[in-house]
């Protein structure tokens, strides 16, 4: 039995953030300078950055962020924070719990 056939929806990893595909797009981050030094996000970095800005637990919690529908077909980017990773008990759950968390969003 495959894991995929344990889910009830496809899931799929964008190529593009401008597929017309896509309903929304989930991005996991701890780091608003990693959003901004990444190329392939530079349509939405600014709209991360102001948002980040404006809420002080962004980067801590799932939040829908509204980004122009020129780079994102949707409008919708889920901004799913996984808090501080630098401390000595912080693993690659952090970021599985805030993929969740920002699915469930």
């Known amino acids: 039995m ?3 056939s344990l889910l009830s929806t496809r899931l799929l990893r ?5 597929d017309s595909v896509y309903d929304g797009v989930i991005l996991v981050t701890n780091c608003a300078k990693l959003v901004a030094e990444t190329p392939v996000l530079k349509g939405v970095s ?3 950055l102001d948002f980040i800005e404006v809420h002080r637990g962004a980067l801590s919690s799932s939040n829908i962020v509204p980004v122009d529908k020129r780079v ?9 924070g996984t808090g501080p990773v630098n401390r ?3 693993d690659v759950r952090r970021f599985q719990t805030a993929a969740r968390n920002g699915v469930k969003l």
Do not use: C, K, Q, T
């Open 46 to 48: 600014e709209a991360v």
């Open 14 to 18: 964008a190529v593009s953030l401008s």
């Open 2 to 4: 495959s894991l995929e």
């Open 72 to 80: 994102i077909p949707s409008g919708r980017l889920i901004l799913a």
């Open 88 to 90: 000595d008990f912080d």
